[in-house]
């Protein structure tokens, strides 16, 4: 014969409330605890995420973003706001985006930057679709501290391993970016092949609207 089970239900409690109890605890053992998969960002359904993603204090979110994207969002949350201000966080910033970051703050530039500064350089090897330009600003806006500035750099990567590259200067901004004409020559130095060569190129009178 079984134990009875545990219950909170006062002694003089009525045998229908018994039943209650008894019947409503037997249907709860059948369900199976959401938990801990359930806060986890990698195998919570995804129909959770946005709601995990709340939890978490996501302060950009894209409900049209591909799952791999929100999952990794989600899932860099915490690490971007416990090293907030870090080139750290700048790093899990980008890669929240589903981009390869290189971050150089301005004491690592040789000759010295100007202090407070730092370069994000964000490769890119997916297509880029409009309005990714603002949401990858307003992720490294969340990122940094309050008087850093920075610059962008935006490489395109292509199958023969050249890219277009973008420059967004600082300071950062939540409204659109657009910058048209003409761009002084700049010679930028992006890292894109296996080996780590650095291969320079020099852009000029690019339009830098997000392209489709």
């Not at 409330?17 to 037997?26: I, Q």
């Not at 409900?63 to 700048?90: H, Y």
């Not at 277009?164 to 048209?180: C, H, I, K, M, R």
């Amino acid at each position: 014969m079984s134990e009875p089970k545990a219950s909170l239900l006062p002694a003089n409690s009525s045998p229908l409330e018994k039943a209650l109890d008894l019947g409503f605890g037997t249907l709860l053992e059948r369900v199976a605890p959401p938990f801990p998969a359930l806060m986890n960002p990698l195998y919570t359904p995804s129909e959770f995420l946005p709601y995990l993603a709340a939890d978490r204090g996501v302060s950009e979110w894209d409900a049209e973003a591909s799952e791999a994207e929100k999952r990794l969002t989600v899932a860099l949350s915490w690490q971007i706001q416990r090293q907030a201000g870090t080139p750290k966080a700048l790093s899990h910033a980008v890669e929240s985006l589903g981009f390869t970051p290189n971050i150089s703050a301005w004491y690592q530039q040789r000759p010295l930057g100007v202090p407070y500064t730092f370069d994000v350089q964000a490769i890119i090897g997916r297509s880029w679709s409009s309005g990714d330009h603002n949401r990858l600003i307003r992720r490294i806006n969340a990122a940094k501290s309050e008087r850093d500035q920075a610059t962008i750099t935006i490489v395109h990567e292509t199958e023969g391993q050249l890219a277009l590259t973008q420059v967004l200067d600082a300071p950062l901004s939540d409204g659109e970016f657009y910058l048209n004409g003409a761009l002084p020559d700049l010679a930028l130095v992006a890292r894109l092949n296996s080996a780590g060569v650095a291969q320079h190129y020099t852009i000029n009178d690019y339009d830098l609207r997000a392209q489709p």
